[in-house]
Nanobody, 125 residues
Framework: QVQLVESGGGLVQAGGSLRLSCAAS????????MGWFRQAPGKEREFVAA????????YYGDSVKGRFTISGDNAKNMVYLQMNSLKPEETAVYYC??????????????????WGQGTQVTVSS
């Protein structure tokens, strides 16, 4: 089992920044990659970013490229999402997720095995 706890959400003005954190515990040695997803009310869950266990590979959704940065600290079992130039339409619950296997793309939520409870990000206009 892997437990994930997100933090760092909150209210920010458009154009502002936030840094989300995800703390992993349990069988963290079994994690293949970590990802961030978001879900706004009435919308499907959307891929935001992912990072391989080694940190050597990162992936971003098209809408966040150049503004968001995913990073990890294996020693602390932490994953971060630095979000800059935030837009009101990015208001959503942001979820951290962990996948144990490398089959399939890290961009699909179907390939993730564990999820955090989510943290609310609200971007005001």
């Amino acid at each position: 089992q892997v437990q994930l706890v997100e933090s760092g959400g909150g209210l920010v003005q458009a154009g502002g920044s936030l840094r989300l954190s995800c703390a992993a515990s349990g069988r963290t040695f079994s994690i293949y990659a970590m990802g961030w997803f978001r879900q706004a009310p009435g919308k499907e869950r959307e891929f935001v970013a992912a990072i391989s266990r080694s940190g050597g590979n990162t992936y971003y959704g098209d809408s966040v490229k150049g503004r968001f940065t995913i990073s990890g600290d294996n020693a602390k079992n932490m994953v971060y999402l630095q979000m800059n130039s935030l837009k009101p339409e990015e208001t959503a619950v942001y979820y951290c997720a962990a996948r144990l296997y490398g089959t399939g793309t890290s961009r699909s939520d179907k390939n993730y095995d564990y999820w955090g409870q989510g943290t609310q990000v609200t971007v005001s206009s």
